[in-house]
């Protein structure tokens, strides 16, 4: 009989190892199933190596809503009566980008093997987040395969939609702020020294505001390489210093106390933990490893870390919402939906009405942002072009007076 290597969360959420005999890899899962356990990873013993080599193929990434379509595809064909490798193919034939066909063939190639569709994910040379995983798995166990599809697709959704409303918050600004600058640099590199030319022929004394232009000018033309060079070297550096963990947990920190950014980052960090956890827990995995599951979506470390801490102390045997309370600042209607959750016992949905409510706060926060950063910057980019042009226009309206 063949024997497979196992990590699985046990009911106090710890990842415990070991090996089980079994006569496939669907009859092992309900062994551990049997034993309390929920499978992290399983392999047949002796493919380790192929394990091993595949590790590298695993870190390519899969963007939230390909990995949300094909999901919400399988849910319907499921719910239709295919069976998984039927729909898989036709998921396969109506693929829009060969990223999606290659990731639906590689789920595909582990099904026909008869593995399960959750190790068929695991397997993937594209890294699928692990709280899918698990609730796959547990969709497998209990039957309920499709109606935990459409859950997890719409939680990816929602995480893809809470980036990209602060992607776009820091993509405007920046964007706006960077053609502003490249517009003035190339006024002061080529156009300003000519004029400047003009004026010092002249031999004529110059308005303040030209002084200061020419002089931004002059610095420009002599120092720009070195500036640009400096600007360079600091973006190197940066990156180098964030392979450290430590400096790298200090810089999500700083992000986190940013002023606006920062609230941003733990609105959208919260929204996706609660999603998260609702969806793992109405599915049946046991709270300790939902928790556990849950703080990896986490994008912020140092936020991640604090509810790593709500984890231990739900171990240690705090509730929930008294463990929220002592370690996640700033979260008092989290603690108090969590606490009602509690007390009703229908914690699973009252972490989804959170979800949302953190999601809507999120957009109303950027909104707001935006319709107010909107004007302000356009005020300065108009007032920087305007000190320009009056740089410019006055020492030439005072030439053509004296003629």
Known sequence: MPAFDYSAYNASGKLVNGVISADSDRQARRLLKDKKLLPSTLSEVGQKTAKKGSKVLRQARVDNLDLSLLLQQQAILIQSGLPLEESLRMTIEQAETDKQRRLVESWRSEIIEGRSFSEAL??????IPESIIAGIGVGEETGHLHTILLRLAEELDTSAENRKTISRALIYPITLISVSIII???MMVWVVPKLTAVFASRNRDLPWITEVVVSISNFAQNYGVYVLAAIA???????YVMKN???KLRWHQLI???PGLGRWVRMADISDWSRNLGVLLSSGVPALAALKISSAVITNLALQQKFNRVTEAMRQGSSLHKALEDNIDGSGFLVHMVGSGEASSELDKM????????SARLANAVDVFLKLLTPILILLMGGMVLAIMAAVMLPIMDMSNSI
């Open 256 to 258: 986190l106390d940013f």
């Open 351 to 358: 972490l989804v009405r959170v979800a949302e409510y953190y």
């Open 184 to 186: 003035v640099s190339m």
């Open 233 to 239: 070297l600091g973006v190197i550096i940066f990156s």
């Open 245 to 247: 963990a430590q400096t």
């Open 122 to 127: 695991r397997r993937s040379p594209y890294k």
